[in-house]
């Protein structure tokens, strides 16, 4: 039982950053590839805050993801200074900055040894009580998405993607779509680096990163369409496709590289699908 | 009845790199005019129309709006002033429904709360809208269709209701009958001219067909190398000798 809670709580954890994975690489065409900073931005601030600095606990949450939302906006702010292609290397190189200021500063960080032994809240001690209440904020999330899909909002995400200078001719700040997408990225994948941060109760430099990157996109290319089933579909195949390899008969230290030559595969086969079927190709014929 | 000046542009400079587009350029025009803005390929027109909706830098010079100075307003700033632009190369969202992009330009237009879909009434009103809209042009039975499956006619005429929802006292319209039929273009005509005497909106269109252009226009301003060349009534434009020379080359 203790297998399920732990692969629905991934789920969980997941969903809510391909999310934020689906508004802004599908839907606003912003390759936000820090998400996973912010992932392992807001679970470090939060243990620091609590084991270092002794903090309440839910006072350390709260914190962590207001800067992690700070952080957001920094992100948002460099987007709309520099060039697309520059914006994506930042980010990437962003997760390897991060990365190496979690090793370089042990002495905050723990650095390869990393932080050990994180309590979760008082009233979500066990890993079921974990599970419900990353359910209860996930149908709150996904609630959140469904009404931002349908409102103003959602549609001028849409078109920023498509064509941001109509968007400005419509009276649309194109900051304001840039700033919705990033912030709300960036608080969405801090709550589920929360969420995985006290599922597994420890933190070291392999905590989201580059293997959290890979999950992220392939959740965010799959849910291509603009639906909260596409998400959750998505979320869905990345998730738990992979885990019936484990019930195959391979070595398990060949297990994790099988999942991301898994995801790449997806990746690839669904990239193909898409440009063979593009209906707009048809009509310019 | 003296009318309002929708638009007044000030000895207008606009340089691009380092080459000056737009040289020393001045027009009023007022409300419910429809004016149009000829010239040889090159001669600034677009720039002219960047220049006033604020997507290209002005170097020297003055744009007022409704009596409001612009200068330093972004282009969402200008729009939510009372400016509303078509583009050369179609300003609608392809990836969206008919529908979808009518709905965006009512939501922008009256500035409806987020909430305003979940709300029976609200709902039913504003699809009522977007079908008188799109039936003024011809377009109801696309209505669930995505943009990008229309003829390149019928995606202007969907940006003429685009215009026409979004509201605003000035439209700019960027060479409305390229790659249109001419069994389209008497609808554009229609749709253009009712924007204008039905709806009372102010309407500076750039054109390359002249015909179309004289028999809807109350005034034309020609630009040649980047300055004002001239300015008169649709008959006036077409008997001068040195335009006739520079633009058809007679």
Request: charged share 20%; net charge positive.
């Amino acid at each position: 039982m203790g297998y399920f809670y732990t692969i629905f709580a991934r789920f969980l954890a997941s969903l809510g950053q391909g999310v934020g994975g689906q508004v802004s690489f599908s839907m606003a065409g912003i390759f936000l590839l820090s998400l996973p900073v912010c992932f392992s931005f807001s679970a470090y601030t939060m243990a620091i805050l609590h084991k270092k600095f002794a903090v309440v606990l839910w006072v350390s949450i709260a914190i962590a993801l207001f800067l992690t939302m700070i952080l957001g906006a920094l992100f948002s702010y460099i987007y709309t200074k520099v060039s697309k292609d520059s914006f994506t290397v930042l980010c990437l190189g962003s997760i390897l900055a991060f990365d190496a200021f979690v090793r370089s500063f042990d002495s905050l960080t723990g650095g390869v040894l990393g932080i050990s032994g994180i309590l979760r809240p008082e009233s979500i001690r066990t890993l079921p009580a974990l599970v419900q209440f990353s359910f209860l904020v996930l149908t709150v999330i996904l609630v959140a998405h469904y009404l931002v899909l349908k409102s103003p909002m959602g549609r001028k995400i849409r078109a920023f993607k498509e064509h941001p200078v109509a968007l400005q001719a419509f009276g649309v700040s194109q900051k304001s779509v840039i700033s919705f997408v990033i912030i709300g990225g960036s608080l969405l994948s801090g709550i589920s680096g929360l969420l995985e941060v006290f599922r597994i109760q420890f933190l070291d430099p392999s905590f989201g990163g580059i293997p959290n990157l890979i999950v992220l996109v392939s959740i965010s290319i799959l849910a291509l369409k603009p639906k909260v089933k596409a998400v959750l579909l998505a979320s869905v195949l990345v998730v738990f496709l992979p885990e019936l390899i484990s019930f195959l008969d391979f070595p398990s230290a060949l297990l994790g590289h099988l999942r991301v030559l898994l995801y790449s595969v997806l990746l690839i086969v669904l990239i193909y699908t898409i440009s063979g079927k593009s209906q707009f190709q048809k009509r310019e014929i | 009845m003296k009318k309002n000046i929708v638009l007044s542009v000030e000895n207008l400079h606009v340089q691009l790199g380092k080459r000056m587009i737009n040289k020393n350029i001045s027009i009023n025009v007022k409300e419910g005019e429809i004016v149009g803005i000829i010239g040889p390929n090159g001669c600034g027109k677009t720039t002219f129309f960047n220049a006033i909706s604020g997507f290209a830098p002005i170097d020297t010079g003055l744009i007022s709006i409704n009596g409001e100075e612009v200068n330093n307003f972004t282009p969402h700033q200008r729009a939510r002033k009372g400016l509303s632009r078509g583009f050369q190369n179609v300003g609608v969202f392809k990836e969206m429904t008919l529908e979808e992009n009518i709905i965006m330009a009512i939501e922008q237009a009256e500035q409806l709360p987020w909430y305003w879909m979940f709300s029976r009434q609200e709902k039913k009103r504003v699809e009522k809208r977007v079908d008188t809209i799109l039936d003024d042009v011809d377009l109801l039975s696309h209505k669930q269709s995505l943009a990008g499956l229309l003829s390149g006619g019928q995606l202007r005429l969907l940006e003429m209701a685009k215009l026409h929802a979004l509201g605003g006292s000035l439209v700019l319209i960027d060479e409305p009958t390229a790659g249109v039929s001419p069994v389209l273009r008497g609808e554009l005509r229609n749709a253009i001219a009712q924007l204008a005497k039905k709806h009372g909106r102010t309407i500076l269109i750039i054109e390359h067909d002249l015909k179309f252009l004289f028999d809807l226009v109350d005034r034309v301003v020609v630009l040649v190398d980047g300055k004002k060349y001239m300015e008169g009534k649709p008959k006036e434009v077409q008997n001068d000798a040195r335009l006739r020379e520079v633009y058809f080359g007679t």
